[in-house]
């Protein structure tokens, strides 16, 4: 196994891919390097004398600035490296044409078995989603599943059973109701949903008349999948829940995996606790993977706007059209001036895990998160809770935070979320998330949160281990539990922008 590993040959550092003594004797296109300190796995390693104020490269791009003088050899991290982002900028519309490395190879004619709904939409899972409509009826949820799974230990006709707790519904106005309704009726209209009971108060600002009318309006209303159920209006809550759910296990028992093409994959592109080596292994894994799926005419989406910041160029340049550089455009700066509105630092990431894993700037882990996007250009930019529009690839107006990021990437009716990880999380949104790590360390030390370990690129070629986990998401597709599902680990969270009252 390689010691280091230069990403560009432009680069002023090193990654380094294991922990490497103080006094080891490096060999470096740029000569012998001798490492004057220890250093940690994912951290950087100066290939050259670095001036006080002069801008460091990794990935081809500068990460930030040195703070003071660094000589070659010397750890390159926060002590001595600092962001050189600042508030909102102009940009200028420079179409670049990046090669997808599938371009020219045929169609691949694997497909996946997937359910058909009703309204043309394609699932990867029949699933019972329980969705409460306000936190206040949250514990009563879990006896319900109880009971349920009484009757069927292995969660009947559906591939399992997923409660969608939440802590809002009252107390909350204006944008910030409306926005709270809207991704509870996306996952009420999931096409993973074979099921689903929206359990209410009864007291509560989110009313369920005003579900029904909002399911009515987006063509979602269909009572023979989709139960409603308010507390205080039944003398027996959990019995006439449970009743309900077996209303809905009868119809799921008529639906079957069909075979369907690769075109009909919608995938979330997700990263949360980072490492150094995130950008180097995981990252660019999920890049070849969308790349792939997009070359099948399938759909692809990213989001965390913050963990764009620094890298938004590369995004631009990708941008089908002017009319789309231009929505990506005010995707960034509008999320800047969402920090600033609260009187917020716009560069405050990176988390203090991802320093521990190597990263050192916002433009260190962006130029690594964007790598899960691949070479495609960017063909639509959606709003929070706004569904995929277009095949191909799609920016998401979401935050960095995992927890709504990913749930976003759900309510926009991606199947299954991606997600690479360095230091390790055990969370998943209410779709299958596939957790990719970055090295084999976590992977060897985690096997209940991990699936699929990108570490091995250390010792495989990327074309092989992209074969082997594009197979994988294939599985997936087609019914291969995830770790998230074998453990019932499953959770939705809101991006909550208002006062409550």
């Known amino acids: ?149 009484a009757y069927y230990p292995d969660n009947g006709a559906f591939d399992n059973v997923v409660v969608l707790k939440h802590p809002y519904g009252c107390s909350q106005l204006g944008d910030d109701f409306e926005q709270t309704r809207k991704i509870l009726v996306d996952a009420a209209m999931h096409p993973n949903a074979g099921g689903v009971l929206i359990f209410g108060l009864g007291c509560e600002n989110n009313q369920m008349d005003g579900m029904i009318e909002e399911l009515k309006k987006r063509g979602g209303y269909d009572p023979t999948r989709i139960k409603f159920l308010v507390a205080q209006e039944v003398d027996d809550e959990i019995g006439t829940a449970v009743e309900m759910l077996n209303e809905l296990n009868a119809a799921a028992e008529q639906d079957h995996r069909v075979e369907l093409p690769l075109s009909e994959l919608k995938i979330g592109l997700k990263c949360g606790g980072s490492d150094g080596l995130s950008g180097v292994t995981g990252n660019p894994l999920l890049g070849r993977l969308s790349d792939f799926i997009n070359h099948q005419g399938g759909s692809t989406v990213l989001t965390e706007v913050p963990e764009m910041f620094g890298a938004e160029k590369i995004l631009m340049s990708r941008a089908k059209d002017e009319a789309t550089f231009e929505k990506i455009v005010s995707l960034i700066n509008n999320f800047k001036a969402y920090f600033e509105s609260f009187n917020q630092p716009i560069y405050e990431n990176p988390s203090p895990g991802n320093k521990a894993g190597g990263i050192s700037t916002l433009e260190d882990k962006s130029l690594g998160c964007t790598q899960k996007s691949g070479t495609a250009p960017v063909n639509d930019v959606l709003q929070y809770g706004q569904k995929i529009k277009s095949h191909g690839l799609s920016l998401l107006q979401a935050p960095g935070n995992d927890l709504v990021s990913s749930s976003a990437l759900a309510s926009a009716d991606c199947q299954m979320v991606l997600f690479t990880t360095g230091r390790g999380t055990p969370f998943a949104t209410y779709v299958p998330t596939v957790k990719v790590s970055s090295n084999s360390y976590i992977a060897t030390k985690k096997p209940r949160w991990i699936d699929f370990n990108a570490g091995k690129l250390m010792d495989e070629s990327m074309d092989q281990l992209a074969d082997e986990f594009i197979q994988y998401i294939i599985d997936v597709a087609s019914g291969r539990k995830t770790n998230n599902e074998k453990y019932d680990i499953h959770g939705l969270a809101i991006f909550k922008i208002g006062v409550t009252e």
Do not use: W
């Open 1 to 149: 196994m390689n010691q280091f590993v230069i990403l560009n040959a432009n680069d002023m550092v090193a990654v380094a891919l294991q922990d490497i003594k103080a006094g080891t004797i490096l060999e470096t296109p740029k000569g012998k390097i001798q490492v004057t300190e220890d250093i940690t796995r994912g951290h950087k390693i100066a290939l050259q004398d670095i001036a006080a104020g002069e801008s460091i490269s990794k990935y081809g791009f500068p990460i930030g600035h040195a703070t003071q003088d660094i000589k070659k050899g010397e750890h390159v991290h926060v002590h001595n490296l600092a962001t050189n982002l600042s508030g909102e900028l102009s940009y200028t519309y420079e179409p670049k044409q990046y090669t997808n490395p599938y371009a020219k190879l045929p169609q691949d004619q694997r497909t996946f078995m997937g359910y058909k709904r009703a309204n043309g939409k394609v699932g990867i899972r029949n699933d019972l989603y329980i969705i409460p409509t306000v936190g206040c009826i949250n514990p009563l949820l879990d006896a319900i599943v109880q009971q349920f799974k």
